[in-house]
């Protein structure tokens, strides 16, 4: 690239890329409406490499990097790996198990579980500031603090019921 065809090479290529970000934007926003609200869900592991993979081929559209058929074609094909995976992990615990992580406790009973939060990363002062986000003062009122599978941390008040099957009946 010459110098001076840093900043403006000519019309017909900004055209050329005005044409192909519309295009490309059309796709992929029709795209997202068939695919429906899991490609827009909180992300988990599974659902960011999708958004990040498809904001990837966006850009290789809109930089005539592949052509717009191309594009499309990448496009019909990560989403249809999504929901292909998305239905074995529906109909499989063992499939569930390897593309989705699994919700961890890092509180239970007024008690910090060091282990599992040195594996997440997580110190005492963000669990302390994820209780404060639910408006909680006494700690005595906190049963548990769960790290959820898209990365979000959960806050479960203590119940004054008792009942045989409760939100944390997942975690191991």
Aim: one cysteine or more.
């Amino acid at each position: 690239m010459v110098m001076k065809d840093l900043f403006f090479k000519d019309l017909e290529s900004l055209i050329h890329v005005a044409s192909c970000t519309i295009i490309s934007y059309l796709a992929l926003f029709i795209f997202i409406r068939v695919s429906g609200k899991r490609t827009l869900s909180k992300l988990n592991a599974f659902d960011f490499v999708v958004v990040v993979t498809l904001g990837s081929i966006l850009s290789s559209m809109i930089l005539m990097k592949v052509t717009i058929a191309e594009g499309i074609v990448a496009l019909i094909i990560i989403i249809t790996m999504q929901y292909v995976l998305a239905y074995f992990a529906k109909s499989s615990v063992k499939a569930q198990q390897i593309i989705s992580s699994s919700p961890i406790l890092l509180f239970y009973n007024g008690k910090f579980l060091t282990e599992s939060m040195r594996k997440e990363l997580i110190t005492e002062k963000e669990i302390y500031a994820e209780i404060r986000k639910y408006r909680l003062h006494n700690m005595n009122e906190v049963q548990a603090v769960v790290m959820e599978t898209n990365g979000e941390i959960s806050v479960i008040k203590k119940s004054s019921k008792i009942t045989n099957q409760t939100s944390l009946d997942d975690l191991s």
